[in-house]
């Protein structure tokens, strides 16, 4: 038919039943407290194009782990967090540590994160690199994005903390976090 209109079918969306489904996913004692020697917290808000926040948002970090396995793997640390009613999330972890450590063309200290929300039909994968961190000036993945944008994936480091980074998660519009194709 010409001039037909294709609108998504219930199957093809994942709301409006979301945050419900992952539920049992979430970890309800947290392993790790800011008091542990080496842990970081991230906070932030999941919003959409409009800087309205995403209540019902699932994101998880993943991080290699301050040791080289027996393979020369760096086993990752992982933490799953969901959003309240004001897009709010907070997540404590081990500081992460250059990838792999000791070479010069080695990725900056760096959480993968991956973005699950109503609406997206697969979940979105971005990058959450720390301020603080001089190796952010060498790393490829960071330096290949436009320097415009590189901001969206740079945690700020809380003034009156020093464990404590802020990260936001647009979704959409102007301010749009980098998310990478996979």
Known sequence: MSGSVSVPAGSQTVGPYFRIGLEYLMERTPSLT?????????????????????PDAMLEFWSPAKVV?????????????MTDGDGRYSVVMERPTRVPPGDERAHAPHTLVLVFARGLLRHLISRVYFADEQANQGD?????????????????RDEGRANLYRWDVILQGTGETVFFAW
């Open 69 to 81: 396995d027996k393979a020369g793997a760096f086993p990752a640390g992982f933490m799953r967090v």
């Open 140 to 156: 490829p993945v960071l330096m290949a994005i436009p320097p415009e944008r590189r901001a969206t994936l740079i945690a700020q």
């Open 34 to 54: 800011l008091d542990a020697v080496g842990t970081i917290e991230v906070r932030g808000r999941v919003l959409d194009r409009d800087g309205a926040p995403v």
